[in-house]
């Protein structure tokens, strides 16, 4: 199996420790990547709020990259995930791609025929890896550890685009804390949002919906969470501190990538995942 990897910006800036780990779950599992570095940001939804347009055509250009390289793209952020398929739907009108490739042809030579498919890392090893296969490599069950999933808003809204199964309630992030031996933990916030989209205009509301969502994983027994959204980490994990002193709970609750919790059980080391970059950092035994 070989992917293009659309690494995203996080992976490459505030939560490098994911693209270390996305790194180490592939290669653990005999997946050959090939890192799209020349790709352009997705516009996380931003750029198409002034200019819907130059948002398609940037990652028009994306998908063209890909077919270029003759390969399928993996994905490791959801906000990245959201914002390509929706931009794909919208391709698949004739006219309007005719368009985009009319603008993207002129400025780069590139043309986007349609044919690229983009995954989510866990939608691939749901999908296209498989559970049994992933569980054969499986060499450091995790057992003893009770893991939160949270979504994130991309990967389930809006729900005519989303590629979960049911987005009103979805589980493959379950199946996945289960083939790696863990026990999932049920929690009503899982679906919620984490407070990121309005972190910059109302903190203070982003910060409750954070708190929200931590409170509502630990009060259920979870040791930690774990999210496909590099966007959800870095709200739960970086700004965990600052939610507790506004809600006055003592929360000591980490958050780990969906790359990070596999690689572990796959037999990856602390060091190697970069834990100790995290803000609420895993204790040392959950990779002893």
């Known amino acids: 199996m070989k992917y293009a990897l659309y690494t995203g910006c996080v992976a490459k800036g505030a939560g490098r420790e ?3 780990a996305t790194y180490s779950a592939c290669a653990r599992l005999g997946i050959e990547l090939v890192e799209m570095t020349s790709a352009a940001c997705c516009g996380a939804g931003v750029i198409s709020e002034d200019n819907p347009m130059l948002a398609d055509i940037l990652n028009a250009r994306t998908f063209a990259q890909a077919e270029a390289m003759g390969l399928p793209i993996m994905n490791i952020c959801t906000t990245c995930q959201g914002v390509h398929r929706k931009a794909q739907r ?13 603008e993207l042809k002129a400025e780069t030579g590139l043309e986007y025929k349609g044919t690229v498919k983009v995954r989510h890392f866990y939608e691939i090893l749901l999908d296209e890896y498989g559970l049994d296969k992933l569980k054969s490599k499986v060499t450091r069950p995790l057992n003893d550890l009770k893991v939160a999933a949270f979504y994130g808003c991309y990967a389930m809204r809006p729900h005519e685009y989303s590629d979960l199964k049911n987005p009103d309630d979805p589980d493959e992030l379950e199946k996945i804390i289960t083939a790696l031996g863990a026990t999932p ?6 679906l919620k949002c984490c407070g990121f989209p309005i972190l910059m205009m109302n903190k203070t509301n982003a910060m409750k919906l954070t708190g929200n969502a931590l409170t509502g994983a630990k009060g259920a027994g979870a040791d930690v969470v774990v999210t ?3 966007l959800c980490h870095l709200n739960m994990d970086a700004y965990q501190p600052e939610v507790e002193n506004m809600s006055d709970v003592e929360l000591n609750l980490p958050v780990l990538h969906i790359p990070q919790l596999v690689a572990l059980a796959l037999g990856a080391s602390y060091a190697e995942l970069k834990l100790k970059t995290h803000i609420v950092r895993p204790p040392a035994g959950i990779a002893g």
């Open 228 to 230: 496909p959204c590099p």
């Open 90 to 102: 919208k391709l698949q009108d004739p006219a309007y791609l005719e368009r985009v490739n009319k």
């Open 18 to 20: 994911l693209l270390a």
């Open 185 to 190: 933990v049920d929690y009503a916030e899982r």
